[in-house]
């Protein structure tokens, strides 16, 4: 298998990973302030009506737009110490319980649940934004040529290559440099038992395979 070909296959699929986590990131920055408009604006007209008279007037306007704007830095910092639970992951994994008791207690910890989830859509979007573009940032910081001549060795392999065995055939690469990047891809496998070393799932070798003899 020739290196260069390798080496821009390896090219064009982190220029791919690099757009995606740049769109991600851009995405969520447009869809995290409309998820805190949506909340603010949900907080303002709960207020508004909980603040109603005896005659039925709402609440004041202003009292309660203050309010509401005052709650967003509260949802940042909420964020931050609210547990991150999957409530469906979870689910998957306890299973279904038939006894009403049950089914009633658990209803009562997943509403809260659900409810903070949406009141910290924004701020998790935020993060999610701001966490796409440092992954982008740290595929655009791997040594490229490093990594394409570690995945040309495996390629070229059909099973696991040691750390030794890449070493010796790439006696100018500094390997404990590149390793951090390389795992970071889905499909190098990382084997302890000695000798240590590299492998690639089949996956990862066919696709390298087929799409760097194109």
């Not at 609210?82 to 992951?89: F, K, T, V």
């Not at 440092?134 to 655009?140: K, P, S, V």
């Not at 059909?158 to 750390?163: R, T």
Request: aromatic residues 12%; contains cysteine; proline residues 4%.
């Amino acid at each position: 298998m020739d290196f260069e070909a390798v080496r821009a296959w390896f090219t064009k699929w982190t220029a791919r990973r690099i757009r995606n986590c740049r769109l991600a990131g851009s995405l969520g920055l447009v869809l995290a302030p409309l998820a805190l408009i949506f909340v603010t604006a949900g907080i303002y007209w709960a207020l508004r009506f909980f603040k109603q008279d005896r005659l039925g007037n709402l609440g004041d306007s202003a009292t309660c737009l203050w309010i509401s704007l005052a709650v967003i830095p509260c949802l940042f910092i909420g964020n931050r110490l609210a547990p991150r639970r999957d409530l469906m992951e979870e689910y998957l994994e306890e299973g279904p319980d038939d006894s009403w008791f049950d089914t009633t207690s658990e209803r009562h910890k997943v509403v809260p649940l659900v409810l903070l989830w949406i009141l910290f859509t924004g701020p998790r979007l935020f993060d999610w934004a701001f966490r796409s573009f440092a992954d982008g940032r740290r595929w655009a910081q791997m040594d490229l040529p490093g990594c394409a001549a570690v995945l040309w060795i495996l390629a070229s392999h059909s099973g696991k290559v040691s750390f030794d065995e890449i070493r010796r055939q790439l006696d100018w690469l500094d390997l404990e440099t590149v390793l951090p990047g390389l795992k970071r891809m889905d499909g190098i496998v990382f084997l302890k038992t000695a000798p240590a070393g590299l492998s690639l799932t089949q996956d990862l070798r066919d696709q390298i395979r087929s799409e760097s003899a194109e």
